[in-house]
């Protein structure tokens, strides 16, 4: 019966590492060039996916489960 117990711990946690997820997070702080202030409120999204977000008060901003790979960030802001 310990044998059996044993298997079937090692089978639960090697089930687990295969079913767990590597997902990555883009997060920063948006400010203006110029001057270096944050820009509150501008969308960040990531191009080619429906991933995004939006800038807070303080200008930052963070897109979370993101899968691995190389992406392109586009800020935008109307006004």
Sequence with gaps: MINILKYLVALVLVASSVFAG???KIAGRITD???GEALPFVNVIIMGTN???ASDIDGYYS????PPGVYVVKASAIG
């Design 63 to 66: 897109i979370l489960n993101i």
């Design 22 to 24: 590597t997902t990555g």
């Design 33 to 35: 060039a110029n001057t």
């Design 51 to 53: 991933l995004g977000a």
